[in-house]
């Protein structure tokens, strides 16, 4: 009797040690996979300019991008390079004040590296923003993603969560590889947000940047005071409409332009 049961005991636990195994496997299976790039050149902000480690690849010419969003869901365009809120934004958006709900996709538009992100709160429901370089010099931003995909997600839940309103980034480390066209984001904006339209407020931030060469715009001394963060992201930054198809770029200018700010745009010509 005393045997059998010690044949039950190992049984059972061998049972149990097969179980585990196969949920473990299972698990690794479904679970996000990323990849990190070892490899990627890095550009680097010295507290002046941009500077890379290395000669970059040249980038396609003419580099035309995809809209990170469906167009035919946007209600309006924030243009990039112009005050609001306060403050300079060398980025624009895209508005969806048709959409029911936030429920809004977001994609990459171009093979990048994630080199830095941040997760914060804002009005009290957390807010990402996440920031891309190409080898060649060309960065983007996607910024006020509200619900990201389970890839992102895994990354984005090992920085620090930020303060109400306190949006600085971290470093990825190593630089996460992005293929264009991948889901990042499920949701966007607030869902919650008295005086928004129908009490929320569904948008999605985009910047893009040529890290390569400065864009001309003139700042003067007293509005670099003013908007200390200019020489990293304003003199860089370009008007993201002239780099969509021509199809894309006649649907962005035809499409109402949201903001206290209107079409008023340093890069937008």
Request: net charge negative; charged share 20%.
């Amino acid at each position: 009797m005393h045997k059998r049961n010690l044949i039950l005991l190992v049984i059972t636990i061998f049972l149990i040690i097969v179980g585990v195994v196969f949920f473990l496997l299972k698990n690794k299976e479904n679970a996000p996979r990323f990849i990190s790039n070892k490899n990627a050149l890095i550009w680097t902000f010295n507290g002046e300019s941009w500077q890379v480690n290395a000669t970059p690849p040249s980038c396609p010419n003419p580099l035309i991008l995809p809209a990170p969003v469906d167009l035919t869901l946007v209600s309006g365009i924030l243009y990039p390079g112009q005050e609001r809120g306060g403050d300079y934004k060398p980025h624009g958006g895209f508005r969806f004040d048709n959409n029911s709900s936030n429920e809004v996709n977001v994609y990459t538009p171009m093979d990048g590296n994630l080199f830095k992100a941040a997760r914060h709160l804002e009005y009290g429901e957390v807010q990402y923003s996440l920031y891309f370089i190409n080898d060649c010099g060309i960065m983007y931003k996607l910024d006020h993603i509200l619900e990201l995909t389970p890839k992102f997600e895994a990354i984005l839940n090992n920085i620090p969560m930020g303060a109400e309103g306190d949006s600085r980034t971290t470093e990825i480390q190593p630089q996460v590889f992005v293929a264009k066209g991948e889901h990042i984001a499920t949701k966007i904006g607030f869902e919650n947000f008295p005086g928004g339209y129908k009490d929320r407020n569904i948008f999605v931030d985009f910047g893009l940047y040529d890290l390569r060469k400065i864009n001309g715009v003139y700042y003067d001394d007293a509005f670099r005071a003013k908007h200390p963060n200019i020489n990293e992201y304003g003199t860089y930054a370009v008007c993201w409409f002239d780099y969509f198809s021509n199809e894309d770029k006649a649907i962005v200018r035809n499409l109402p332009a949201d903001g206290k700010g209107g079409k008023t745009s340093d890069y937008c010509k």
